[in-house]
């Protein structure tokens, strides 16, 4: 009873790599107890199969084996004295903090036209005047009308959309409302939809009245 009570997860080695699990881990460490350098690689190759074996989805990628190599690099703390096929990876690259994407930090005046309408405007206020600069703008001014219909079930009139396109360009775009020509998209659903009551008596009731209707039962 004693040694079961002794076996638990709690006073054994951290898991370093949870996906491949812990019998993998205790596998690499029975291999770095073996004195010779020939048989630790023999196992060790052997160990890369199962895994393999084990994880047939590591296959789909490219250089699997490799990545296998790095992991059992990374649960040995990069001490494996084996006779790899691979480069070792150095600590460093595990270690290595991500490269920041560099978000825009920048909020965004109106949310549900997001971030890309703020994009397009700018963009459409470096073209010329002409034809083309007025058929963008229809079309910025149509998905402005059918988002704002999506998100929050609001119809906007062309003089909302033309004051909103006047701040979101910084006063580069100074329209009225008759110069916009506005297409609906008319399979556009609201996205949101009425609250049930917080009762479940109502809502009991209510779909008691849909299976059996206001006929009187009979029994």
């Known amino acids: 009873m004693n040694l079961l009570q002794d076996d638990y997860n709690t006073q054994r080695h ?59 690099y990374q649960i040995a703390d990069y001490s494996l004295d084996v006779d790899c096929p691979y480069p070792l990876p ?8 991500p490269t920041h994407l560099g ?8 949310r549900f036209y997001g971030r890309n309408l703020q994009l397009m405007i700018d963009r459409v206020c470096e ?10 703008v229809n079309m910025i001014a149509s998905f402005m009308f059918n ?9 906007l009139s062309n003089e909302v959309i033309a004051d909103h396109l006047k701040i979101l360009s910084n006063n580069k775009l100074i329209l009225a409302g008759d110069d916009l020509v506005v297409s609906q998209d008319k399979t556009i659903k609201p996205m949101r939809t009425p609250i049930q ?23």
């Not at 978000?103 to 109106?110: A, W």
Request: proline share 3%.
């Open 14 to 72: 951290s898991l370093v790599n949870s996906e491949l699990g812990r019998n993998v881990q205790e596998y690499l460490e029975h291999i770095q107890g073996i004195s010779d350098k020939t048989e630790r690689s023999k196992w060790a190759n052997q160990l890369v199969q199962i895994i393999a074996h084990l994880n047939p989805e590591l296959k789909k990628q490219n250089n699997f084996e490799e990545k296998i190599w790095g992991h059992l």
């Open 90 to 97: 150095p600590r460093e690259q595990h270690q290595a903090k």
């Open 103 to 110: 978000y825009n930090s920048q909020g965004i005046r109106f």
């Open 127 to 136: 073209m010329e005047d002409g034809d083309l600069k007025q058929d963008t």
């Open 147 to 155: 988002s704002c219909k999506m998100w929050n079930n609001e119809n």
């Open 197 to 219: 009551s917080m009762d479940p008596r109502k809502n009991f009731n209510k779909n008691k009245k849909k299976k059996f209707g206001n006929k009187p039962r009979r029994y």
